[in-house]
């Protein structure tokens, strides 16, 4: 039999025990306790690199959407914006919250919303949006011309990341370009590159609307070589832009004129099927024949007229012009003859 201090002793070398084979299993398992941690090491090591990489990427990336010369923008589904970069405001006037406060759309030209509204529900339906032009209004009320590049939306984001440039002075340059390219420089008349472009279109409009009919009427100077040659071309550009802008004043609105060279000029009309021809031709003709002021000179001049309508004369725009040419030469020849 056991006596109390004898069992003390036991219970104490049975906890030894339990303790050495505890330490046992520990020095079993400590390499495999230490490779773990070197993962985990290493697995941090890792995460803190990726992490320090990502705040260079943000960085980089903060400093490129607020630096950038190029207009950049973050535009969501519901039409607003989420983000403005610096030069979207500089252009603008706005500043980032004015601009991302209302609709994108109210800061859109009017004839631009319906075809932009359509713009962005092609990159809802996932296709590219690349060099579409539209036109934002700035803080003072002048319209900018603005070109956008956006790739669609995603699975992964459902946010527009949008990249534009200002090509308003492209635009003007562009504008300039053509409008020298279809206008007389001399007295500002549209020219006869345009000539044609604009009677096919009335053309289309006449054949839409069976009321209406065309009257071109084409104009030659009498005796405009001996205003040159006696005068000099000086004189010879007073008549042209003077007459120019005689027919400006008395044509309808809807009526175009035309310089298509030398003293010649054509006259577009649209009307009803029985136009105010004897009105018209009376007005051009009494403008042909008043007097000009050159100099102390008051030049006389006076002009031959052909007319030709559409439908009834031709079917294209060249038998028409062809056909109120050779009217006016017609007229031009007879006056020759009355006059000896």
């Not at 610096?86 to 631009?112: K, M, V, W, Y």
Request: charged share 25%; aromatic share 10%.
């Amino acid at each position: 039999m056991y006596t109390q201090p004898n069992r003390r002793a036991i219970d104490t070398l049975q906890a030894l025990r339990s303790q050495l084979e505890r330490l046992t299993q520990l020095a079993e398992s400590y390499p495999e306790l230490v490779a773990e941690q070197q993962q985990l090491q290493q697995s941090i090591d890792s995460l803190e690199t990726l992490w320090s990489h990502y705040n260079e990427l943000e960085q980089d990336w903060e400093w490129f959407f607020e630096n950038s010369i190029d207009m950049k923008c973050i535009a969501g589904l519901d039409g607003y914006f989420k983000r403005v970069n610096p030069a979207i405001c500089r252009l603008l006037g706005f500043t980032a919250e004015e601009l991302t406060s209302q609709p994108l759309l109210n800061f859109i030209h009017p004839d631009d919303v319906e075809k932009t509204a359509r713009e962005l529900e092609k990159l809802a339906n996932g296709r590219t949006t690349f060099q579409f032009e539209n036109r934002y209004r700035d803080k003072e009320g002048n319209w900018h011309w603005i070109s956008w590049c956006c790739p669609p939306f995603t699975t992964d984001s459902r946010q527009l990341y949008a990249i534009a440039r200002d090509i308003t002075e492209a635009k003007k340059t562009q504008q300039e370009l053509l409008y020298q390219a279809m206008h007389d420089p001399l007295t500002g008349l549209r020219n006869r590159a345009s000539l044609e472009y604009d009677l096919q279109q009335a053309m289309i409009r006449c054949d839409a609307q069976p009321s209406l009919s065309i009257t071109v009427i084409v104009i030659d100077l009498n005796d405009f070589k001996q205003v040159n040659d006696r005068y000099g071309h000086r004189a010879g550009d007073v008549v042209l832009t003077e007459m120019a802008n005689r027919f400006n004043h008395i044509k309808r609105k809807k009526d175009l004129v035309f310089r298509i060279g030398g003293d010649e000029f054509v006259w577009i009309a649209e009307g009803s099927h029985k136009p105010a021809q004897p009105s018209m031709l009376k007005r051009i003709a009494q403008a042909l024949e008043e007097p000009i002021k050159y100099e102390k000179q008051m030049l006389k001049l006076s002009g031959s007229i052909g007319t030709a309508v559409y439908p009834h004369s031709a079917t294209t725009p060249s038998q028409l012009i062809e056909q109120a040419d050779q009217a006016m030469y017609q007229i031009k020849k007879s006056q020759k003859q009355a006059g000896g």
